[in-house]
């Protein structure tokens, strides 16, 4: 409804349920669950789905969380399509009352584990304040549980390419 209302015409637009999938142009994209829920006002809520994202090409395979808590899809996504080249899981604007709608950052290292992802990247954190943490915490907490499983991961500061062909990734601790 919100391309349409901005102009996009509907053969231009294809909506997809969770589990469903289109190919294009040798990227097929799957959309898979998430929890969150998909409302911005008081009558709005889950009335829409909350997707994360699988993304294959002949080579490659990466999932994109979006914004979301921790949970059983994340197994059931990794059994179904992984494991998953590059993972990206978001990290960030957390706390024990949303712990359904926005996972703390061992639990990001945890999905990684479900998913079955060869190399992970936190999203979602530092860019803005929702959440009571401090700023750093997201990213401090996370590599030192990536740390502790033996998650690879990738830190890139903002713009700074990862190239899933390399053999080495940005990890320095720009933060600090």
């Known amino acids: 409804a919100h391309l349409r209302e901005w102009g996009i015409k509907r053969e231009n637009i294809t909506e997809l349920d969770w589990w469903n999938e289109v190919t294009h142009d040798g990227f097929t994209f799957i959309c898979t669950p998430a929890r969150h829920f998909s409302g911005r006002s008081l009558f709005d809520n889950f009335t829409t789905l909350w997707p994360s994202w699988v993304i294959?090409?002949?080579?490659?395979?990466?999932?994109f969380s979006g914004d979301?808590?921790?949970?059983?899809?994340?197994?059931?996504?990794?059994?179904?399509?992984?494991?998953?080249?590059?993972?990206?899981?978001?990290?960030?604007?957390y706390n024990d009352l949303w712990?359904?709608?926005?996972?703390?950052?061992?639990?990001?290292?945890?999905?990684?584990?479900?998913?079955?992802?060869?190399?992970?990247?936190?999203?979602?954190?530092?860019?803005?304040?929702?959440?009571?943490?401090?700023?750093?915490?997201?990213?401090?907490?996370?590599t030192a549980a990536a740390r502790q499983h033996n998650i690879?991961?990738?830190?890139?500061?903002?713009?700074?390419?990862?190239i899933l062909q390399e053999t080495s990734f940005p990890n320095a601790q720009w933060w600090k």
């Open 99 to 142: 712990k359904d709608i926005h996972m703390m950052p061992e639990q990001t290292v945890q999905a990684a584990i479900d998913l079955k992802g060869e190399l992970m990247m936190p999203i979602h954190w530092g860019a803005f304040t929702l959440a009571m943490h401090a700023w750093r915490d997201p990213i401090e907490r996370v």
């Open 56 to 63: 294959k090409t002949e080579n490659t395979s990466v999932y």
């Open 152 to 162: 690879p991961i990738t830190t890139p500061k903002i713009g700074e390419p990862v």
């Open 68 to 93: 979301g808590g921790y949970g059983p899809h994340f197994k059931e996504i990794g059994d179904l399509y992984g494991p998953f080249d590059f993972v990206m899981l978001e990290c960030g604007q």
